[in-house]
């Protein structure tokens, strides 16, 4: 398990740096921006997020000198990048935020930090406008979670969803085994679920939800094998292990799972699969469908042809392939990958990391994916750059724009931001071909009505430089 003070003593941001490598006429890799520990350093579970302004946001768990409690950061797609928000590691707002941000419907996002919060080391929920205002929402206290490592989801019910990896209230674990929890806009607290290890402990990947309002999630260790499960937990707080992880299917699942366009789960383990792998149990791909039956995709070989130990889970990009990456092996021995994976489980190494002198390009890359709507992939490292404190990337697939949602679900009546490029000039937005009422907000950003009449399905947009369609259905709530 991971060592209760590692994640208190680390942390990530700024220096412009600039790595192109091409691989082939249509996937062009670019480090865009480096971090460095005067403003942030070691961004860790950090899947970046797009705003509506188009920039992608994100988070360090340090920076700062001397206590290094983390920030938050915006980049825009160029890699120009700013600093929003430095944590103090003695007040109450807590510090080292280890996971990604959520946006709202109102351009706000939501975090977590892992400790230092204020009396006791427990970590926080907190809000942030665009500007970096940072409001702090609730802060744990051990018998309701203790160090929160996963990115919050925002339900279809207008709540946050989130896990702590230590905590609760069973007596599994020496300082608890973890907990899942609701939490309001307004910062009320609910928990769902705290975990035994017969049932799971120490999640870590964010939570995602089904068109039947139920999460699903992972945990890290713990279930019935000791090497992790998947589970399903109603709004309610009844949870199922739908897996049990066996280490030869994959064990340590860090990453969360993905509800794919084929209505089966897809995710990853950091450890398991191939005992013959460069290292041994270089982890998995897994697919599993909704009743838990689970098939190991892929596993990795890790150096010198494949990655290794992939921390995050999986991206489902327009193209209908996974995306992701791994932390450890590669080409360049320990510099992880970036890879593609079909549902058939036909795996390409896209890029290996640290592929430049001094690993200038990145390193060891503990986060996901994000596609942003431009159609261009961008995450970050937790090593190389300049400085050996992280990076941010992008990878270019060509694959074109497209629109996406704040929130994947909502009522007739309701009214939620869209997200795209060039969306200036929009004549027409519809749901599964009804039209909708909306305004531009800006370039990047329009919102839209729910129509009477509108049923689940694709969204699209008409603009002076042509139709674009969402990534994913809309889903109508009844």
Not at 326 to 349: E, H, M, R, V, W
Not at 433 to 445: L, N, P, Q, R
Request: net charge negative.
């Amino acid at each position: 398990m991971i060592g209760h003070d590692r994640w208190k003593t680390i942390g990530a941001i700024f220096v412009l740096c600039a790595a192109t490598a091409i691989a082939s006429p249509a996937q062009v890799f670019t480090t865009l921006s480096g971090f460095n520990c005067g403003n942030g350093c070691f961004p860790y579970f950090v899947t970046p997020v797009q705003g509506t302004d188009g920039k992608l946001y994100g988070t360090t768990a340090g920076g700062n000198r001397p206590s290094y409690p983390g920030t938050t950061f915006s980049v825009t797609t160029l890699g120009v990048m700013t600093v929003l928000d430095i944590f103090c590691g003695s007040c109450q707002g807590g510090s080292s935020p280890n996971a990604g941000l959520v946006l709202d419907n109102d351009g706000n996002f939501y975090g977590t930090t892992f400790g230092y919060d204020y009396d006791l080391n427990d970590g926080s929920v907190f809000k942030m406008n665009a500007k970096g205002t940072l409001t702090t929402l609730h802060r744990f206290r051990s018998t309701d979670g203790d160090d929160s490592l996963a990115a919050l989801l925002l339900a279809a019910d207008g709540n946050f969803y989130g896990s702590t990896f230590y905590g609760g209230n069973s007596g599994g674990c020496s300082i608890g085994c973890g907990t899942i929890f609701k939490i309001t806009k307004e910062g009320k607290l609910t928990t769902l679920h705290s975990f035994d290890q017969t049932d799971g402990a120490g999640p870590v990947g964010a939570l995602i939800q089904d068109t039947d309002g139920n999460l699903y999630g992972t945990a890290t260790f713990g279930g019935a094998n000791g090497y992790g499960t998947i589970f399903k937990i109603t709004s309610g707080g009844r949870l199922t292990t739908l897996h049990d992880f066996a280490l030869a299917d994959g064990a340590a699942p860090y990453g969360g799972v993905l509800l794919a366009s084929d209505g089966n789960f897809y995710g990853t383990t950091s450890q398991g699969g191939d005992p013959n792998c460069y290292g041994g149990n270089c982890g998995t791909v897994f697919k599993m469908t909704p009743t838990g039956t689970l098939t190991t995709l892929h596993s990795f070989a890790g150096y010198p042809s494949e990655g290794a130990q992939p921390m995050a889970g999986l991206l489902q990009a327009t193209d209908g392939n996974f995306y992701g990456t791994t932390y450890d092996g590669g080409a360049n021995f320990q510099g992880g990958t970036i890879f593609k994976i079909t549902s058939a489980g036909n795996l390409t190494t896209l890029y290996s990391l640290c592929s430049l002198a001094n690993c200038a390009d990145g390193a060891r890359p503990e986060g996901g994916l994000v596609q942003s709507t431009n159609g261009m992939f961008y995450g970050v490292t937790y090593e190389g750059g300049y400085y050996d404190d992280g990076t941010v990337f992008s990878l270019d697939m060509g694959l074109g724009p497209f629109v996406t949602f704040v929130r994947f679900a909502g009522r007739v009546g309701r009214t939620g931001p869209i997200l795209g490029q060039g969306l200036t000039g929009t004549t027409s937005v519809s749901i599964n071909g009804i039209e909708a009422d909306f305004t531009v907000v800006s370039d990047t950003h329009i919102k839209a009505t729910v129509p009477p009449g509108a049923t689940t399905g694709f969204v699209t947009v008409t603009t002076p430089s042509g139709t674009l369609t969402s990534n994913v259905p809309f889903r109508v709530i009844p």
